[in-house]
């Protein structure tokens, strides 16, 4: 049996973290290492804390690389350093608790890869009030059957109805087969009333686009060769990768901040641990003046008033779990 590769110890501004089983092969189809995944987060260190900044943050963990077994981490992992900030977050269903990580530095977020973690996915709500959501998420989830040129057309769509709100969406790959948009919003609303928006938004990109476009809820009912827009992905303790966030597949792919006049061009499958960190150096953050630009969802719930009062129903939200 192969002896476990020596620890080593990063330095992370003011922290020491230490990386046990460096060698480790997390990402079997390009070979690369628990040290790999480590350093690549440090090469894109300002862009993931802006990401992850502040908010309850769920976990991929993968303690033998990606392919084995995933855990799902919503409390934060034993054996925490004193410095690792957290934020109590609940859930209603069960009455439960959990002690949630938190980033406000790198160290956290290189801490938790020493944990094995691969995919950070934090909430659209920050620690100062968990209840009130300042992100709101769209995304663009393919059917099985649906080609990305239909997914990337359908994220022009969602441009323009962005534009006439007099919103900023800042895009990004999923690091699968889909794209993410973001925006941001006044802390004003609870959950329920920001999945209200989103699910208006949503309609409103299927009217123009009806031939590419599903916001049918049931996943069985829907057309297997259309975009889902996922108005869901608003309601409490539902998260994405985020931007930034490397995703557990065998090629290391990373949900990456990409450009409007990138949509029509982008290749989800360049975006890699490899070579995310030279884009990085060369364009920075792209999402970095995301808090600059604040959207009032004040029409979008205008909208949602009309296509109820018009017969349209909201789902049910799902259940709070814990």
Request: net charge negative; hydrophobic share 40%; charged share 30%.
């Amino acid at each position: 049996m192969a002896s476990a590769s020596p620890a080593f110890e990063l330095e992370v501004g003011d922290r020491v973290v230490r990386i046990s089983n460096p060698d480790r092969v997390y990402f079997p189809k390009i070979g690369a290492t628990k040290r790999d995944l480590a350093e690549y987060y440090l090469t894109v260190g300002d862009g993931i804390v802006r990401a992850l900044r502040e908010r309850p943050c769920m976990l991929h963990r993968y303690p033998t690389g990606v392919g084995g077994a995933k855990v799902h981490q919503k409390r934060l992992p034993n054996g925490a350093p004193p410095w690792i900030e957290t934020v109590r977050v609940h859930f209603p269903r069960f009455n439960r608790t959990a002690d949630e990580l938190c980033v406000t530095e790198l160290a956290h977020v290189i801490w938790a890869v020493q944990m094995s973690t691969v995919e950070f996915h934090p909430w659209n709500s920050r620690r100062a009030d968990t209840e009130k959501p300042d992100e709101w998420r769209i995304d663009l989830d393919p059917m099985p059957e649906c080609p990305f040129e239909r997914v990337q057309r359908v994220a022009g769509v969602a441009h323009e109805v962005l534009d006439e709100l007099g919103a900023v969406g800042w895009p990004k790959t999923s690091g699968g087969d889909g794209l993410h948009v973001y925006v941001r919003i006044r802390p004003d609303h609870g959950f329920g009333e920001v999945r209200r928006a989103a699910l208006a938004f949503a309609r409103e990109v299927e009217r123009r686009a009806p031939a590419d476009v599903t916001t049918t809820w049931w996943r069985r009912d829907r057309d297997p060769s259309k975009v889902f827009v996922d108005f869901n992905q608003n309601a409490r303790d539902h998260t994405i990768a985020s931007a930034y966030s490397v995703r557990g597949t065998p090629d290391a792919r990373v949900s990456t901040p990409i450009r409007w006049d990138e949509v029509t061009d982008v290749d989800p499958r360049a975006f890699t641990i490899r070579t995310v960190p030279a884009r990085f150096a060369d364009l920075g953050d792209l999402h970095a003046g995301i808090d600059d630009a604040v959207f009032d969802l004040a029409p979008l719930l205008e909208w949602a008033d009309r296509d109820e009062r018009e017969g349209a129903e909201t789902p049910p939200e799902p259940d709070l779990g814990g």
